[in-house]
């Protein structure tokens, strides 16, 4: 498995994190005579927001959550549809659900990523966003997708969880759209045990976006917590201070780690373009990847899973994500099901929403086809050169073998 950011944990993050403990103020907002000057989770928001090169930063406790409260600010709700790629993690679904809007299912391009041409096809009068997802550390389409969602009329939120740092034509994933969000769970890329980030541009986002998370606090710096203002309604959504030191410390890292990934990443990737069939997952821009997984693919099926098999022999993992439980919607029973949490179905049920949805294997024809034939590969920071000798010949025994 790799780790990625939690590879990288060290006295970096042990500094970062002390200065929290001597003050004993784990509360990211208030306290400022007993704080000292720390001010951890602020400062990680202002320099992550200049490192994706927007105006604005919101730390929130998940990706997940960065999701929900992105979506509570765009205001999409119940009556509201949203579109959402087949590839990706269970929680880009749960959160429209959360807001109480339905997830429209649609097909991926050869980037693994939402298909712009998707858009005007499977778009519904009650559509309000879409929400491309940056799946394994690589940008979707993502111009054509702004593109065609204005032309539309449709927001364009990005789940950025899985490619933190990496970009698209020299602009950084996330700030492509009216919203970005990122992860920083134990396994993501940059990690703050959890966490989690919503970026901007729009000052009004911003500003919703960092009431709801704290139950409509409008942080006025000019008095107390108890006395400050509120317009909106909100819920719990804060990041806390000691996530905010790892990620500060975490962040300085960014740049190193992927360096180091896309090093290993070359290696193992010339190992497989050496196999005739082999292919590589299609990228507009291959210098903006993230370097965090590695994707190939074979002409057929069957060939790609005998290859994983003759891989995990030698002690290789891959994923083939068509067959995998959690981030292809076609296998998650659950979901199909409406199980939700509460007995009454909702939103799947909410007489407020008009349209009609349906999850069918038979809409997405190119997912089925391509991530059948692809396995993915993840890349860790710290890869020995005799842990890549054992992949390079798992590889080149594998190639003899299909
Ligand atoms: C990890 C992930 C999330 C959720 O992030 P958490 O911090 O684990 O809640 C959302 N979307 C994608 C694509 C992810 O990979």
Known sequence: MNMAGAELIGKEEIKEVMDVLETGILMRYGFDKERKG?????QFEEDFAKYCGVGYALGVTSGSSALKVALEALDVGRGDD???PAFTFLATYEAVLE???????????DTLNLDPDEIEKKKTPHTKAVIPVHMCGLAANIDRIVEVARKNNLLVLEDNAQGCGASFKGKKL???GDMGTFSFDYVKT???GEGGMVITNNRDLYLRSEWYSDHGHDHNPNVGRALEGRTI??????????????GLAQLRKLDYLISEQKKNKKVIMDALAAIPGVGFRAKQDPGGDSATFLAFNFP?????LKFQKLLAAEGVDTTCYKNNLWHYIPNWEHFLAFSTANSKKHPFTDPLYKGKVEYLRETIPHAEDI??????????VKMSSERLDVIRKAIEKAAKNI
């Open 38 to 42: 720390v001010y951890k989770v602020r």
């Open 82 to 84: 949203v579109l959402v």
């Open 99 to 109: 807001v109480g809007a339905i997830p429209i299912m649609v097909d991926i391009d």
């Open 174 to 176: 996330g700030g492509f």
């Open 190 to 192: 940059v990690t703050t």
């Open 233 to 246: 309604l909100g819920f719990n959504y804060r990041m806390n201070e000691l996530q905010g030191a790892l």
């Open 300 to 304: 057929e099926e069957q060939i790609a």
């Open 371 to 380: 991530l059948g034939r692809t396995l993915v590969m993840g890349i860790s």
